[in-house]
């Protein structure tokens, strides 16, 4: 099995090499594994590639290349240039640092490089380690992750629902916030919402008197709706939540036809 790696967190991010351990599990003694990933932090860029730019891409070593581009670029990349137009077999995003449920999903580079794979007809997952106060006391912060990824990923590649559709089913899986002994077993979840809180902005003076905003995100542990991806994490469970591409409200149409004809 030939798998390509990529992130949003960068090529020297801790998180892509517990990514690099579960697909070189994975790909067996026969496989390879192939790093196409950002050669600066890419967070929060979601899906956007660099249409208008050129990307820069460098060879590290081995089958490990960066890429100054989004993690989309890096997918698109490695497919057009690093492995000559051979489509990867599975494409693994992560393990990001953070988890990337709820709205998170919307702004997600990580859950980008997904579904720039999904788009070209190549399996994807995307991976992300949930942070929290037990994690921050433990010597590995990606322990649940580490542990646990390979078991998680093979069972989406046995029994997972592959569509072959125009937008093909991706997978977005977040690890709670615990360590791999305190985890608790996979749920299947919906996306859900965090509310009453959402991303801002927030001005501030440089020393120069120039203005500049910083973007803010909201508090991380509000609980999503009973069932959903935040509230299966806080309750210590990993989330797996099935994606598409496709943001057509689908149960909409008919009754908005009928409304406006």
């Known amino acids: 099995m030939r798998i390509l790696i990529t992130n949003d967190d ?3 991010a801790p998180g892509l090499a ?3 351990e579960i697909a070189t599990t994975i790909a067996g003694p026969s496989g390879e594994v192939w790093t196409v990933a950002p050669a600066f932090e890419q967070s929060g860029v979601g899906h956007c590639i660099s249409y208008n730019n050129p990307t820069a891409i460098a060879r590290l070593g081995p089958r490990s290349y960066a890429a100054e581009g989004s993690p989309a670029d890096c997918v698109l990349a490695a497919i057009y240039d690093v492995l000559y137009g051979a489509k990867p077999d599975l494409v693994l995003s992560g393990v990001n640092r953070g988890n ?3 709205e998170n999903i919307c702004y997600s580079g990580t859950v980008g490089g997904a579904m720039e794979a999904a788009l070209q007809g190549i399996p994807a997952i995307a991976m992300s380690q949930y942070m929290g106060p037990a994690t921050d006391s433990l010597a590995d912060p990606f ?3 580490r542990t646990h990824g390979a078991s998680v990923v093979r069972k989406l590649l046995d ?3 592959w569509t072959n559709s125009d937008y093909r089913v991706f997978y977005n899986v977040n ?3 615990l360590s791999a002994a305190e985890s608790k077993p996979m749920r299947i979840a919906a996306q859900g919402f965090r509310r009453d809180t959402s991303f801002t902005a927030e001005a501030q003076v440089s020393p120069n008197g120039r203005r500049f905003l910083w973007i803010k995100g909201g508090p991380q ?3 999503t709706l009973p069932g959903t991806d935040v509230a299966v994490n806080l309750d210590g469970h990993i989330s797996v939540t099935p994606l598409r591409a496709d943001l057509t409200a689908h149960d909409l ?3 908005l036809a009928g409304r406006i004809g």
Do not use: K, M, Q, Y
């Open 10 to 12: 960068g090529i020297n």
């Open 18 to 20: 517990v990514l690099h």
């Open 100 to 102: 990337n449920a709820a």
């Open 143 to 145: 322990d649940c992750a």
């Open 159 to 161: 029994s997972g629902i």
């Open 175 to 177: 690890f709670p916030p």
């Open 221 to 223: 542990h509000t609980p």
């Open 253 to 255: 149409l008919e009754d």
